[in-house]
């Protein structure tokens, strides 16, 4: 199996557990007069669609993609890092509707 086709089982698989944990179990876990419940382990499956998105579009295991940011220099990895978070954070805003 490449590395592209892993990444999109991986995008496609994790994207559709994440949809399904958004779609029927948030509203179950926060619903009116329930006890708010940690649900930050709801989340891992978003994060293996961004593994998979990542392997996907770029054809490199997770790996090697990991061992390429950690070769580069902290004055170019901090502000790619800050960005990214920025730009993540702000879609994620924009995403939830706040």
């Known amino acids: 199996m490449t590395t592209r086709t ?3 089982l991986l995008l ?4 559709a557990v994440a949809f399904a944990l958004y779609r ?4 179950i876990l926060s619903g009116p007069g329930r006890h708010h419940v940690a649900a930050y382990g709801l989340a891992l499956p978003f994060v293996g669609a961004a593994v998979g998105l990542l392997e996907w579009t770029s054809g ?4 090697r993609l990991d061992e390429g940011w950690q070769r580069l220099p902290g004055y ?3 502000p790619v ?3 990214g978070s920025l730009l993540f954070l702000w879609g994620l805003i924009k995403f939830l509707g706040f």
């Open 6 to 8: 892993r990444g999109f």
């Open 12 to 15: 496609l698989g994790n994207g």
């Open 24 to 27: 029927f179990v948030f509203p």
């Open 60 to 63: 490199l295991p997770m790996s």
């Open 76 to 78: 170019v990895r901090v």
């Open 81 to 83: 890092a800050l960005a």
